[in-house]
């Protein structure tokens, strides 16, 4: 190989798993560089929630166990997984938390019910959450890092943490208080103001590849931007390096130890979405970033002989897109996942029907649409349906209630095409093509369950995750309330997606393997770019970035591990690098 480089480590893709992968190798005394083909480095991990499923995470005394944990996932799990990678990820867990920890991570549980809580072994304090960060820590490099979406901040400007996102989206306790402090503490802080809009307070997922990027910068690791990963290096059966391109300019890297391919899922990719999802939907339905993940590392992969799994979901979300303010010409996509579920609503297919719990999980809701289109064909998109009672209180995708948007503020090319409104329920099912007489009887049975707080249909607001995002003011159940008030509203519903599932089949020490499954020696790959661990499942609040993390955690131990001799399980616990 002539390569003008060489690093014991290149990792491909700047998400979470590969961030994970750079300080963990870093941390292990290798020398890295990340490939990062977009323009900013973080990938859609930057812009996420920024929440991690761990489970028996052991951040505080708790009761949480690795046999809760996996009787958890047992129940859930119904499709056939690498058992030894399921186990690897819940022993991993608690490992890659303490590493977090013990690097000053300010992170900790938060209250969040599993997202299927009637299952034995459930709970509701696997999600981790991480504190807010402030993002000039991280020098020049802080514009590089990719933005949290305008359309999650508040007025597009100003950062929310999930507390603030909650209280003023749906208008809680502490919701004044809270919005002046965010208008206070931006607008003073006349040194970021004078640079840019940007606000420096990184929340979320930005504050979570923020404090990872401290630390791989720390290390001396680079990013290296533009810098798209082509093809991958093999000599004598062993990955040794990658060929990527910037610019035009093509180039090989070698990598002495190992190449972990981080470079995300397929979404972006509408060839790839064709050949392995059932309901293909389409790319701008994702909610990832546009200019990240099309498929190249699995592709490389798939060229030198490397097998997949659970390439036939995505993380799915209900979404819907608007045009972007002052860019008309471009649409933005709307995560509608928690107006579904709230009351004074209902979602339908075309025929008018319910096919859903509409208060389940976006993954769940996701999976349903697919089914439900795979059953009648009337669904992706659906519809939400709801009167003028939600409206004055909830989110609609990108319409935000009518005491901060009023309908006279919602601009004329939105009526009829992304939002729909008539003085009837009849009126707007001719408007929305969907059954007069069906949508009707659907509506009526919703009141009647309203009323009596039991949805016999599908036991809408019957556990702790869907009454979550439900109104305490709306009793007896706070998922259902009646949808009788004039004018009605309907706002279509895509099968968006968070990213995708399936990916090269990498074992439980995060190692690829061919078609044979065999091990290709000097490859790995973790996050979207490898196969969920969980199947088809999304555990909980967290369930796609824990595993990118800590199956990132655990290949780089491996690689570590090899060059001692000793597997990673033969090891003994390691200090953290300290900084
Ligand atoms: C709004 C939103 C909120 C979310 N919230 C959460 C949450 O709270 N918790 C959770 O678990 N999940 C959440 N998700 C999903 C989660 O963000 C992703 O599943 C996760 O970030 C994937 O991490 P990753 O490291 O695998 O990939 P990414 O973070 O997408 O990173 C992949 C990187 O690889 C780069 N890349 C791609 N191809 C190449 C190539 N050929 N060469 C070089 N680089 C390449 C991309 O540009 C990108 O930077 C959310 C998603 C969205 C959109």
């Known amino acids: 190989m002539n390569a003008g480089e060489t690093y014991d480590v290149v990792v491909v893709g700047s998400g979470a798993a590969g961030a994970m992968a750079a300080l963990r190798a870093a941390s292990n005394g290798l020398s890295v560089l990340i490939v990062e083909k977009a323009h900013k480095y973080g990938g859609t991990s930057a812009t996420s929630g920024g929440v991690m499923w761990l489970p028996n995470h052991q951040l505080a005394p708790g009761d949480d166990s690795r046999e809760q944990a996996m009787q958890y996932l047992e129940a859930l799990i119904d499709v056939p997984v690498q058992r030894d990678r399921l186990e690897a990820y819940v022993d991993g867990a608690p490992q890659m938390?303490?590493?977090?920890?013990?690097?000053?991570?300010?992170?900790?549980?938060?209250?969040?019910?599993?997202?299927?809580?009637?299952?034995?072994?459930?709970?509701?304090?696997?999600?981790?959450?991480?504190?807010?960060?402030?993002?000039?820590?991280?020098?020049?490099?802080?514009?590089?890092?990719?933005?949290?979406?305008?359309?999650?901040?508040?007025?597009?400007?100003?950062?929310?943490?999930?507390?603030?996102?909650?209280?003023?989206?749906?208008?809680?306790?502490?919701?004044?208080?809270?919005?002046?402090?965010?208008?206070?503490?931006?607008?003073?802080?006349?040194?970021?103001?004078?640079?840019?809009?940007?606000?420096?307070?990184?929340?979320?997922?930005?504050?979570?590849?923020?404090?990872?990027?401290?630390?791989?910068?720390?290390?001396?690791?680079?990013?290296?931007?533009?810098?798209?990963?082509?093809?991958?290096?093999?000599?004598?059966?062993?990955?040794?390096?990658?060929?990527?391109?910037?610019?035009?300019r093509r180039y090989d890297i070698a990598a002495t130890r190992a190449v972990m391919l981080a470079a995300g899922g397929f979404e972006w990719n509408q060839a790839l979405r064709d050949r392995f999802l059932p309901v293909p939907g389409l790319t701008r339905h994702s909610s990832s970033p546009e200019d990240g993940n099309r498929g190249e590392a699995l592709l490389a992969g798939e060229r030198i002989g490397a097998d997949t799994e659970h390439t036939g979901d995505a993380w799915w979300i209900p979404t819907m897109h608007m045009p972007t303010p002052r860019t008309s010409n471009f649409e933005e996509i709307h995560q509608a996942a928690f107006d579904v579920g709230r009351p004074h609503s209902v979602c339908v297919n075309r025929n008018g029907d319910r096919f859903v719990n509409e208060a389940c999980s976006y993954d769940e809701f996701g999976e349903a649409m697919v089914a439900d289109q795979l059953a009648t064909g009337a669904n992706t998109p659906c519809w939400l349906v709801f009167d003028a009672t939600f409206r004055d209180k909830f989110t609609a995708g990108g319409f935000m209630p009518s005491i901060i948007m009023p309908d006279w503020r919602v601009g004329v090319d939105r009526w009829d095409h992304y939002i729909f409104k008539a003085d009837s329920l009849a009126e707007l099912a001719g408007k929305i093509n969907v059954p007069a007489a069906k949508l009707a009887a659907t509506v009526s049975a919703m009141n009647g369950f309203a009323r009596s707080g039991v949805d016999e249909q599908f036991g809408r607001g019957g556990n702790d995750y869907d009454r979550m995002f439900g109104d305490p003011t709306v009793t007896p159940n706070p998922c259902l309330g009646p949808i009788d008030r004039p004018p009605f509203y309907a706002v279509p519903i895509n099968s968006g997606d968070l990213g995708t599932k399936g990916g090269?089949?990498?074992?439980?020490?995060?190692?690829?393997?061919?078609?044979?499954?065999?091990?290709?020696?000097?490859?790995?790959?973790?996050?979207?770019?490898?196969?969920?661990?969980?199947?088809?499942?999304?555990?909980?609040?967290?369930?796609?970035?824990?595993?990118?993390?800590?199956?990132?955690?655990?290949?780089?131990?491996?690689?570590?591990?090899?060059?001692?001799?000793?597997?990673?399980d033969e090891q003994p616990a390691e200090e953290p690098a300290t900084t």
């Open 97 to 248: 938390a303490s590493f977090l920890q013990s690097l000053g991570l300010p992170i900790g549980a938060g209250v969040w019910p599993d997202y299927f809580p009637e299952l034995p072994g459930a709970r509701a304090d696997r999600s981790v959450v991480c504190d807010t960060f402030d993002g000039r820590r991280l020098g020049r490099m802080f514009p590089l890092m990719r933005e949290q979406y305008t359309r999650f901040k508040l007025f597009r400007r100003y950062s929310l943490d999930l507390p603030e996102f909650f209280a003023i989206s749906a208008r809680g306790p502490g919701w004044i208080q809270a919005f002046l402090k965010i208008l206070w503490r931006y607008w003073t802080d006349f040194g970021t103001r004078r640079i840019g809009a940007r606000d420096r307070r990184f929340t979320q997922g930005a504050a979570l590849m923020g404090y990872l990027y401290d630390e791989v910068f720390k290390r001396g690791v680079e990013v290296r931007l533009e810098t798209k990963l082509e093809e991958l290096l093999v000599e004598d059966g062993a990955v040794r390096g990658v060929t990527v391109s910037n610019f035009g």
């Open 504 to 568: 090269l089949k990498a074992d439980a020490r995060g190692r690829v393997l061919d078609t044979q499954g065999q091990v290709i020696p000097g490859l790995y790959a973790a996050g979207n770019n490898s196969g969920n661990p969980f199947g088809n499942r999304y555990p909980g609040a967290g369930g796609t970035i824990g595993p990118a993390m800590v199956f990132a955690y655990i290949a780089m131990d491996d690689v570590a591990a090899a060059d001692s001799g000793a597997t990673a």
